[in-house]
């Protein structure tokens, strides 16, 4: 069975400080380890997609990094309006569905 | 990115009713798509998985008679709660993955009461 464990479950930084978000998996036959952002009342929002160790992108002041175990989102300089809650998911080599993560709050304080 | 709708975007409803939801790729022929649950606090979870004219696939623990889904075009998912109560209460949403990326759709509340 998949399992998604994000670190920690909530987190308050100063505007301008930056962080890393976890997320330790495990996975039988990895076929995409997914970020998204999520806010308050509203569907995922696609961010990332990583498929092999080693593998990082990046978007404006977010950078996804991808290990074996592991991923983590760092946020470089984040402002107020990159609080949410950041969504870690899998897709494994049993099915199409992802298995999630119960998610990072993230909240950025001016 | 890829379109989805959702609607209603919220619904409110008396115990022992049926509602429907309706998930429209706008964009795109989705063959496939996928039905996620979200209480409060808690992660998203798959509920079943809808496949364009074939029986959707659904997974442990979830009723199949009560959850009813339907893929009737490939533009288009529908999941209606049948006899609804309040642990029903949750947050639904629609999912399609063109090219291996997994859009979402803007998520239905629905509130038995």
């Known amino acids: 069975e998949d399992q998604v464990t994000q670190s920690p479950e909530a987190l308050r ?8 978000l976890n997320c330790s998996y495990t996975v039988s036959g990895l076929r995409g380890l997914f970020w998204y952002r999520q806010d308050p009342g509203k ?10 160790a080693g593998e990082e992108k990046e978007k ?3 950078k996804a990094t991808l290990t074996k175990k592991e991923s983590f989102l ?9 609080s949410a809650t950041y969504l870690c998911a899998v897709r494994g080599g049993g099915a199409d569905g992802l298995t999630f993560g119960k998610g990072t709050h993230l909240i950025i304080q001016p | 990115g890829a379109v989805v709708s959702q ?22 022929q989705a063959t496939t798509m996928f039905w996620y649950r ?17 029986k959707a696939t659904y997974e442990q623990g979830v009723e199949k008679d009560k959850f009813l889904i339907n893929h009737a075009s490939l533009t288009l998912s529908t999941l209606t709660v049948t006899s609804a109560h309040p642990e029903d209460s949750s947050f639904y949403i629609c999912s399609y993955n063109p090219v291996e990326t997994q859009y979402f759709g803007p998520g239905t509340r629905l509130l038995v009461l």
């Open chain 1, 13 to 20: 930084l100063q505007e301008g400080e930056s962080s890393s």
């Open chain 1, 43 to 52: 569907g995922p929002e696609f961010l990332f997609t990583l498929y092999s």
């Open chain 1, 60 to 62: 404006e002041r977010l």
């Open chain 1, 74 to 82: 760092h946020i470089t300089a984040p402002k107020p309006e990159d």
């Open chain 2, 7 to 28: 609607h209603p975007s919220w619904v409110i409803c008396k115990s022992g009713t049926s509602v429907k939801i309706e998930c429209r790729s706008l964009d795109f």
């Open chain 2, 38 to 54: 979200q209480f409060p606090k808690q992660s998203l979870m798959l509920m079943a998985t809808s496949n364009e004219g074939s």
